[in-house]
């Protein structure tokens, strides 16, 4: 393949071009780098473009990052592609760490209160609804992977615990895996010739981070493992990363509340860039019961990036280099439709779980079906929904307050 050599510098621009325009979601940053980097710059054809995209859809992590790194590993090599991914998730992990600096510091000042995100958290229910839809009419095809969804939600419901999650994707990627007569011969294959170098690096930053992060109980360093383990199990996008985040760090470590976690994602879907940016949320509130204040927040939200986003990064590098050969192994191809319907599932139990601790009252319900109806039958850009609902929040605290006081 005949890729064209750019300055470092050329490509970097245009990466910065997509981290603080790309809002709406995968096809918005889909259609943005097939327009610049396809046909403006001829950095790759576009038939190289949706391979590649192919390609990440298929590995855990997040695939807008993992598309952009590997197109700058194809036109600059291993250097531009890492350059790529720090320009790339840079503009959103700031803006999500400041997001989440500002969310604590609100607090502060009314005892603790969050009706300032009084419309945007039913509003985030809405589009975690709105993302399962699309999510399921493009995953769940046959009634094994509608079952294996049904399921995987079931066992969501009652074992709300991050441990579980590994287990049935691993047991819904074999499931469909057995039954790969289904899908046609490639082929013959010729055979796999895997270089080993980024897979060890994966693992061995896995393993160097979970042993530190267990003898040593610095927060950072459990941070930077508990999202790097994340990074390495989600498959689906952004909307699947929501019930492990919110399972682990919310129910289980309880770093956040509920209302904070909703809070967060909201902000997430007007932000443009990689939607795992939430990862950065997160991982400043986490921080607060180390005392550092803003230093620790910022801290929090950098070791919370770094750990989402590398995982994915060093599994593309990884299969990039004999992808061609192995997806002519059926077995391969099949385990992806039960990963995929496994993911679906936990996707319509983040809803429940995220509805669940919040008032069943007229007032969140008129919210979550109205962010719905918005983005099911309208065209009105993510960002200005979220900016309405936020602008409502504050507008009805501050009467609130002026009635009170």
């Known amino acids: 393949m005949t890729i064209r050599k750019v300055k470092y510098y050329l490509y970097l621009k245009d990466v910065i071009t997509l981290s603080v325009t790309a809002f709406g979601g995968p096809q918005a940053f889909l259609a943005m780098v097939l327009d610049i980097m396809v046909r403006k710059r001829h950095y790759i054809t576009e038939e190289e473009l949706w391979e590649l995209n192919a390609l990440c859809q298929v590995l855990p992590g997040p695939t807008s990052t ?35 600096i500002l969310v604590d510091f609100l607090q502060t000042q009314t005892e603790g209160s969050l009706d300032f995100a009084k419309f945007i958290q039913p509003m985030a229910i809405g589009f975690i609804i709105y993302a399962a839809q699309k999510t399921i009419g493009k995953m769940v095809k046959t009634t094994e992977a509608m079952v294996l969804m049904l399921l995987s939600a079931f066992v969501a419901f009652f074992y709300n615990s991050p441990y ?17 007569n289904k899908h046609p011969k490639i082929e013959e294959k010729s055979g796999i ?18 042993t530190l992060g267990h003898f040593t109980k610095i927060l950072p360093i459990r941070l930077f493992e508990n999202f790097y383990r ?26 956040l509340t509920s209302e904070e976690f909703l809070t967060g994602y909201a902000i997430s879907q007007g932000v443009p860039g990689p939607t795992f940016s939430i990862s950065s949320y997160i991982g400043a509130l986490s921080m607060r019961s180390a005392g550092m ?20 990064t060093f599994l593309i590098f990884f299969v990039i280099r004999f992808w061609d050969e192995l997806k002519k192994y059926r077995p391969v191809r099949a385990a992806l439709e039960g990963i995929n319907a496994v993911s679906c599932g936990m996707l319509i139990a983040a809803a429940y779980l995220l509805f669940e601790p919040m008032p069943a009252n007229v007032f969140n319900i008129t919210a979550i079906i109205s962010t719905y109806l918005l983005l099911q039958f309208t065209k009105i850009p993510t960002p200005f929904i979220i900016i309405g609902g936020i602008s409502i929040g504050i507008g009805y605290q501050l009467f609130t307050n002026l009635l009170l006081g």
Request: aromatic residues 12%.
């Open 230 to 255: 994340n990074g390495s199990l989600i498959f689906g996008g952004g909307q699947v990363l929501v019930p492990y985040l919110y399972t682990e760090f919310v129910e289980f470590k309880a770093y």
């Open 193 to 210: 010739k895997v270089q080993w170098a980024n897979f060890l690096l994966w693992g061995g930053v896995l393993i160097l981070a979970a």
């Open 164 to 180: 579980i999650f590994p287990v049935m994707l691993v047991a819904g990627g074999i499931t469909t895996s057995l039954k790969y």
């Open 293 to 312: 204040g803003v230093g620790g927040a910022i801290v929090g939200g950098l070791v919370s990036a770094a750990g989402i986003f590398l995982p994915g």
């Open 66 to 100: 993992q598309t952009i790194s590997a197109i700058g590993y194809r036109v600059g090599g291993p250097n531009l592609a890492y350059l790529s991914l720090v320009v790339w998730i840079l503009p959103a992990t700031l803006i999500m760490t400041s997001a989440a």
